[in-house]
């Protein structure tokens, strides 16, 4: 995907963005410095979902698709798309009209790679990097993760929804959830601690009830 933009620079697309349709159908496009995802969703149903990193030079973004749930062949390619950015506003090319959500200013706001996690013996153990990969995104008020691997285009699942950070907790609630859509609109709480402004310690029960302790380094 690119896009070309008029005088703007890359920090306008960070954050979260959202197309409403009559129908109920939820376009999101949420952006860190480099890196965004799109997903489609209804209540309890998930459509679609594709990402991967972005780049801004002399007024054209530049997107190289990491992962596509619909269309793997896409994966690994590059396009352009124009775009044009006003307040509170974001409209690409032959896509539509997305309304700004949250600027994605926030400390915990980044792109996560899983790095550390908690095994059945208590320890926690590093995780070796490779071509597959969990990724997670916070912009400031909306969170996705999705498990891929951009050299076999391996598409392996995402969820998503919005988040809360109050009182030293992280309360998300999901929203789309590609492989259990039961489980759209439970909430999760967790304690969570930013290491060095860059590793998020993440520790509490998972959407299926298990114990979870999990560490996530920025990617950027």
């Given at each position: 995907?690119?896009?070309l933009?008029a005088?703007?620079s890359?920090?306008?697309?960070?954050g979260?963005w959202?197309?409403?349709?009559?129908d109920?159908?939820?376009t999101?496009?949420?952006?860190?410095?480099?890196?965004?995802m799109?997903?489609?969703y209804?209540e309890?149903?998930?459509l679609?979902?594709e990402?991967?990193?972005?780049?801004?030079?002399?007024?054209v973004?530049?997107?190289k698709?990491?992962f596509?749930?619909a269309?793997?062949?896409?994966?690994?390619?590059?396009?352009?798309?124009?775009?044009?950015?006003?307040?509170?506003?974001?409209?690409?090319?032959?896509?539509?009209?997305?309304?700004?959500?949250d600027?994605?200013?926030?400390?915990?706001?980044a792109t996560y790679?899983?790095?550390?996690r908690?095994?059945?013996?208590?320890?926690?153990?590093p995780?070796q990097?490779?071509?597959r990969k969990t990724?997670?995104m916070?912009t400031?008020t909306?969170?996705?993760?999705?498990a891929?691997?951009?050299?076999?285009?391996?598409?392996?699942?995402t969820?998503?929804?919005?988040?809360v950070i109050?009182?030293g907790?992280?309360?998300?609630?999901?929203?789309?959830?590609?492989?259990?859509?039961s489980r759209?609109?439970a909430?999760?709480?967790f304690d969570?601690?930013?290491?060095d402004?860059?590793?998020?310690h993440?520790?509490?029960?998972?959407?299926?009830?298990a114990?979870?302790y999990e560490?996530?380094?920025?990617?950027?």
């Amino acid at each position: 995907m690119s896009l070309l933009l008029a005088s703007h620079s890359f920090a306008q697309l960070k954050g979260a963005w959202q197309i409403k349709d009559d129908d109920g159908t939820i376009t999101s496009l949420i952006c860190s410095e480099n890196y965004l995802m799109v997903t489609r969703y209804k209540e309890k149903q998930f459509l679609y979902t594709e990402g991967g990193t972005y780049s801004v030079s002399q007024g054209v973004v530049t997107y190289k698709s990491e992962f596509n749930s619909a269309d793997t062949a896409r994966v690994g390619t590059t396009g352009k798309y124009k775009i044009t950015v006003g307040k509170g506003k974001l409209s690409v090319e032959n896509i539509g009209e997305f309304q700004q959500v949250d600027e994605g200013n926030t400390p915990a706001s980044a792109t996560y790679r899983i790095t550390g996690r908690m095994g059945t013996d208590g320890n926690i153990s590093p995780m070796q990097r490779g071509p597959r990969k969990t990724l997670k995104m916070l912009t400031g008020t909306r969170f996705q993760w999705a498990a891929i691997n951009p050299e076999t285009k391996q598409f392996s699942g995402t969820g998503g929804g919005s988040y809360v950070i109050k009182d030293g907790k992280y309360t998300e609630t999901i929203e789309f959830f590609s492989r259990d859509n039961s489980r759209v609109g439970a909430s999760l709480t967790f304690d969570y601690e930013l290491k060095d402004g860059k590793d998020w310690h993440h520790s509490g029960l998972s959407s299926a009830g298990a114990k979870i302790y999990e560490i996530w380094s920025k990617e950027q």
